[in-house]
């Protein structure tokens, strides 16, 4: 609740008298009164805020701080009116009040809400968004809402303190129009938690919460009481419980709070083993994963840094070589693999070794006049290399003076044996791998594969050829997480919007029982 019953009851008669010179002039952050200077000569060289407003809260001084506050523009010519006048004892406030000290006293009484609101209202001394909470208040008791048992300020903020008490404040909360929405359906909640048992932080407000449960000490307390409330998914959940047999190991969380914050903060090098021992004793990465986070220094290939960062650096085909080496290097591509990189790459030269010129003049088109010297030198071709080289074989006319497919196969029908005898694509590609010089001298070749059109010699069936690229890997080579989610712990939970609940879990862990939900404040505005 942005302002609590009693807090409005207060500031009814704390906008009265002297008290509206005090809160309204020297109390109230205001462009105009930021622009004041200190010391005020005319205000006897109070130095400060505070100093000014205890000099003004003297009788005796209210006229130089009336003439102070209009010269200044820091109240309005009604305020200054009234508040004359209510020195003077033209007007009475309240129950016949006179002073800030016997207003207070009147108006902390919920009994008399009707009265002063009504003298607030008549005398324009409460602005209009307080006095419509007011009313809310006063509208709720109207209909027979029954307030909390308590009948001030000091006592209620004891009272609704309790765990006890919760439910009925809340639940006056409710009724009178401040929790409404999702604060209403988190209020419940965390109710229906207490009920069972489920003992909230004890502490009180956004800033309270904060502070009491970004403490290793307390974050199990206000986790526990996060999950029970359901404030956190199931995904939060399962993180929280990580984080919670880390807390318990004795290993400390990152000081940082939040999915954002703690992306700046493991990204520094001064805590990055801080953020690795903790994502590893957490669970959120293997053992394996933080031996290589620590080897690789947190970063991938080119420097970068988490996965999104490194999956578009290697996506780049400029890198892939880049993102190759640091792989190999860092063992992150299994021998077997690296094996048959190998062997393709001495298959894919072999390919462009053996290849008709019309093919190479198709590619280096692609790939520029350098290719050879390109595949010969190159740690791992590129991908994209072998899909051209296909491509290109499949563009590829047939020579002059080779026979059509259908003529090929009509020789096959016949009886018509290829190079050494051969029968079928797969003995004529055999026998033309051991024997080049042979099947380049047979102008008609081997018998070609159906679909395709025919080529002397190895060049003959170019869809075997394209199988026969290297086998390069269908993804770019990139390093492992190293950063969010697996070096970052998850961010606290916000909780509830208005009061928090902290402890670390994102972007959660809760921070505090929403302190719109908590009238352990009484009410009171956080």
Do not use: W
Not at 15 to 40: R, W
Not at 138 to 151: D, E, F, L, M, Y
Not at 446 to 466: D, K, L, V
């Amino acid at each position: 609740m942005k302002t609590k019953i009693f807090i409005i009851l207060i500031s009814i008669f704390l906008a009265t008298g002297l008290s509206v010179l005090a809160k309204s002039t020297l109390a109230q952050e205001s462009d105009k009164l930021e622009n004041i200077k200190y010391p005020i000569g005319e205000l006897d060289n109070c130095t400060n805020k505070t100093d000014c407003r205890i000099y003004c809260d003297e009788p005796k001084n209210a006229e130089t701080c009336f003439v102070f506050a209009e010269k200044n523009d820091l109240m309005s010519e009604k305020e200054i009116a009234v508040a004359k006048k209510f020195l003077a004892g033209e007007i009475k406030g309240p129950g016949g009040c006179n002073n800030k000290d016997t207003c207070e006293e009147y108006c902390n009484d919920i009994n008399h809400i009707n009265e002063c609101i009504s003298f607030a209202e008549k005398n324009d001394l409460i602005p209009p968004e307080e006095l419509n909470e007011a009313k809310k208040v006063q509208a709720a008791i109207a209909r027979g809402v029954k307030p909390p048992a308590c009948g001030n300020k000091k006592s209620c903020d004891v009272y609704c303190d309790e765990p006890e008490h919760m439910e009925e404040c809340i639940t006056f909360g409710i009724e009178a129009g401040f929790i409404q929405g999702q604060e209403k359906e988190d209020a419940q909640k965390m109710l229906q938690a207490i009920k069972r048992g489920v003992k909230p932080p004890p502490c009180r407000g956004k800033k309270a919460c904060d502070e009491y449960c970004n403490s290793p000490d307390n974050m199990e307390t206000c986790m526990t009481f996060a999950m029970e409330a359901g404030f956190m998914s199931e995904q939060e959940q399962a993180d929280a419980q990580k984080m919670l047999q880390a807390i318990k190991k004795g290993v400390k969380p990152p000081a940082c709070k939040g999915r954002e914050a703690c992306d700046v903060y493991c990204g520094q090098e001064e805590h990055f083993e801080e953020c690795t021992n903790f994502a590893e004793a957490a669970g959120f990465i293997t053992a394996e994963e933080a031996a290589m986070t620590r080897k690789t220094g947190g970063k991938g290939p080119g420097g970068c840094k988490g996965k999104e960062e490194c999956e578009n650096f290697c996506n780049n085909p400029d890198n892939q070589e880049t993102c190759f080496l640091f792989g190999k290097e860092n063992g992150m591509i299994p021998e077997e693999d690296l094996q048959k990189m190998e062997e393709g790459k001495q298959q894919l030269q072999q390919a462009l070794e053996q290849a008709p010129q019309e093919v190479i003049g198709c590619l280096q088109e692609k790939f520029g006049p350098d290719l050879l010297e390109k595949v010969k030198n190159s740690v791992m071709p590129s991908k994209e290399i072998g899909d051209q080289l296909g491509n290109c074989f499949q563009n590829m006319n047939p020579p002059p003076g080779q026979a059509p497919m259908q003529e090929g196969q009509e020789r096959m029908q016949s009886g018509q044996l290829g190079p050494g005898g051969c029968q079928s694509p797969e003995e004529c590609n055999n026998y033309c791998q051991n024997n080049p010089e042979e099947c380049n001298s047979v102008q008609q070749g081997p018998p070609p594969q159906i679909g395709e059109n025919p080529t002397p010699g190895p060049a003959m069936f170019p869809e075997e050829r394209a199988e026969r690229m290297p086998p390069l890997p269908e993804e770019n080579i990139a390093p492992p997480n190293i950063n969010p989610p697996d070096i970052n712990p998850p961010p606290p939970s916000t909780g509830p919007e208005g009061g928090e609940y902290i402890p670390p879990a994102g972007e959660q862990i809760p921070q505090a029982p929403p302190a719109e939900q908590m009238p352990p404040a009484s009410f009171d505005q956080n």
